[in-house]
């Protein structure tokens, strides 16, 4: 079955970096799947911020994050990373690494009930 796991939370300050890793098991890779990444703010429901397609790389970001964070992938090693950069006070949270297959939908994050398959969670702290 699918696993996932992340890692790369930790504390950062006001304006800087992290990059997220999640490493998924069990992936059949002659399908397509989509990926994405979660957050969830202290007190909030998760929201979708961005996806990457497995096979072709295509790549989806909610208007929040476009210029600070951008996803990637290696596919030969199964993994996805999110780059997350000038990161500010809004950002801290669990962050989700969650997979699904690919459709329009799904793509587009718009329902979790699409994506099937969840890490663990990881967060992310960012101190002034």
């Known amino acids: 079955q699918v696993q996932l796991v992340e890692s790369g939370g930790g504390l950062v300050e006001t304006g800087g970096s992290l990059r997220l890793s999640c490493v998924g098991s069990?992936?059949?890779?002659?399908?397509?799947?989509?990926i994405g990444w979660f957050h969830q703010a202290p007190g909030k429901g998760r929201v979708g911020i961005s996806s990457?397609?497995?096979?072709?790389?295509?790549?989806y970001a909610r208007e929040s994050v476009k210029g600070r964070f951008t996803i990637s992938r290696d596919a030969a090693k199964d993994t996805v990373f999110l780059q997350m950069d000038k990161l500010t006070p809004e950002d801290p949270g669990t962050y989700y690494c969650a997979s699904g297959f690919l459709t329009i939908r799904s793509f587009a994050m718009r329902r979790e009930t699409d994506f099937p398959y969840w890490g663990q969670g990881i967060q992310v702290t960012v101190s002034s």
């Open positions: 069990g992936v059949a890779r002659t399908e397509d799947y989509v």
């Open positions: 990457i397609s497995t096979k072709e790389g295509r790549v």
